[in-house]
């Protein structure tokens, strides 16, 4: 295993298997947060850059399954309805990621955790924003600022939840949603990527071993949420997206 993953004793491949079983089934459960989970959790013990390229494949596996679970038509219907977003979405996309060679780590760390901070505060505080119609200018602003922040740091969730959420989008719909958006644009950030120099020899082995992890928690999380109050074990993981988030914020400050 250390000659697949040069750069994490045993001990660290353990807790980054951990942390990806954790993420996964918090994502079988609500539809989203793995990318955050898992770039917090992996930061704590690898550089930001080599978290990153450890959630990316997961990221698009975990997404296709998701996207896919109520078969292809509905998926494609959910493409239609939300092109918008996704389109302006991936083109930021694709210039933040050029980013993540040339920021500063504590910097990077900065820019991840505040949006997750504050995304779980809010939610917790019950401040929901709500949309009595999609508006075109709201979609195009989110998605931009979503794809921004996702280019650099695998994350786009918490922006992407919140339009959803305050658009009122039904529970098996926005699951469904979730994972066309996140989908397409781990698809996205993958070739992103693979230009940006995340994706390279060093870290390619480490990225295809998450997958397995990240799918079983999946697995786990989807067999749980038939038997746990969603409403309830969501807010459990707004607590624990706000510890992730308060914890990206104390490293990049203390470092």
Request: hydrophobic residues 55%; without cysteine; glycine residues 12%.
């Amino acid at each position: 295993m250390t000659d697949l993953v040069p750069f994490l004793a045993p001990a660290g491949f353990v807790l980054a298997f951990v942390v990806a079983l954790i993420a996964g089934t918090i994502k079988g459960l609500v539809g989203f947060a793995m990318p955050m989970i898992m770039v917090s959790g992996l930061s704590s013990i690898m550089a930001p850059d080599l978290a990153l390229a450890g959630l990316i494949l997961p990221t698009l596996a975990t997404n296709g399954f998701q996207a896919l679970r109520q078969g292809p038509r509905a998926a494609w219907e959910s493409m239609l309805r939300f092109r918008a977003f996704l389109l302006i979405g991936g083109v930021f996309l694709l210039i933040s990621a050029q980013l993540v060679r040339v920021l500063p780590s504590q910097v990077m760390l900065l820019i991840i955790g505040g949006p997750i901070t504050l995304f779980a505060l809010t939610q917790l505080m019950g401040k929901h924003l709500t949309l009595s119609a999609p508006s075109h200018r709201m979609e195009l602003s989110i998605g931009a600022f979503a794809g921004f922040i996702g280019g650099f740091s695998g994350i786009w969730g918490p922006p992407t939840v919140a339009y959803l959420t305050a658009l009122g989008t039904e529970k098996h719909e926005q699951m469904r949603i979730q994972g066309v958006i996140y989908g397409l644009g781990a698809v996205v950030l993958f070739f992103a990527h693979i230009g940006s120099g995340v994706m390279r020899s060093e870290t390619w082995p480490f990225s295809v071993l998450m997958i397995l992890p990240a799918l079983l928690g999946m697995w786990v999380g989807g067999r749980l949420q038939d038997k746990i109050d969603q409403k309830g074990f969501r807010r459990a993981t707004l607590f624990v997206l706000l510890i992730a988030g308060l914890n990206l914020l104390r490293r990049a400050v203390v470092g």
